[in-house]
Nanobody, 126 residues
Framework: LRCAAGVWGGLVQAGESLRLSCAASGFPFDHYVIGWFRQVPGKEREGVSCIISSDGSKVYADSVKGRFTISSDNAMNTVYLQMTSLKPEDTAVYYC???????????????????WGKGTLVTVSS
């Protein structure tokens, strides 16, 4: 899994937007759940959003609902996380992850996934 941030490398000001992308290869994309998670040093990992590309099922953490949008481009085997109205508390290392789709999306948001990307730092300044 390859995870990339926006053009400016993930450093934005509060209120601005940023798009993360996750390119998947080596497995049948449409059979997997793809998700975004984030972690601040010293804190527990938090599920941000997950999507099942085959049917479009999505779930969001309450902390990002209405501000973040997850989408998938099945032809490109890529999942995007469009983040708008960013807040300083959104600052974290964001990880893309994947698991074979056995359960509903909410399960993966709460429990994590099997395969993880390297992570990309998103910093939101006030």
């Amino acid at each position: 899994l390859r995870c990339a941030a926006g053009v400016w490398g993930g450093l934005v000001q509060a209120g601005e937007s940023l798009r993360l992308s996750c390119a998947a290869s080596g497995f049948p994309f449409d059979h997997y759940v793809i998700g975004w998670f984030r972690q601040v040093p010293g804190k527990e990992r938090e599920g941000v959003s997950c999507i099942i590309s085959s049917d479009g099922s999505k779930v969001y953490a309450d902390s990002v609902k209405g501000r973040f949008t997850i989408s998938s481009d099945n032809a490109m085997n890529t999942v995007y996380l469009q983040m708008t109205s960013l807040k300083p508390e959104d600052t974290a290392v964001y990880y893309c992850a994947a698991s074979l789709g056995r359960y509903g999306v909410r399960w993966y948001l709460d429990n994590g996934m099997d395969y993880w990307g390297k992570g990309t730092l998103v910093t939101v300044s006030s």
